[in-house]
């Protein structure tokens, strides 16, 4: 990965948890637990999948930075979803979390020496993996929300 596209996705993972609030703003309170289509997330889960993912992403970056070859581990998210019931969960919180997680990733990733940009491990799901795919998971993952919330409320609006 160049230099200079790897800074515009630390920047963009910078910017996450901003463009997820902004979309967070547009949503009727009436809309926050409502789905598009069974099997579908609402922007409530929406949001408390993001504090769970940026946790288990937290980890991942700071053990392929330094432990050798590590196993980074998989999970079923929409098993997650169920079992931690997300729409009894706090989006207050949820957000809390997210923002904290990702600033203080981002100026942990901010200084790494480039060495630690092709550490690599392996996932369960998707085999070798390097901090450089992390990036590229990570950095786009709450812009991604953010488009879904807004599609959701897009979906919200035609329906109601």
Known sequence: METSERQRLIDQYERG??????ALQEVPTEALQWRPEPGEWSVHEIIVHCADS???????IRM???EP????????QDEWATAFAY???SIDDSLAVVKAVRHHTATL??????A???HRGRHTESG???SEDWLRTYGVHLSDHADQIRRNVAAWNAQH
């Open 64 to 66: 392929l930075a330094v």
């Open 128 to 130: 070798v993996y390097t």
């Open 116 to 118: 630690w940009w092709d």
């Open 54 to 60: 940026e946790t288990s992403g937290y980890t991942r």
């Open 87 to 89: 729409h009894a969960r």
């Open 17 to 22: 948890p901003a463009d997820l609030e902004a």
């Open 109 to 114: 990733i901010r200084t790494f020496p480039d």
């Open 69 to 76: 070859e590590p196993l980074l581990v998989g999970y079923d």
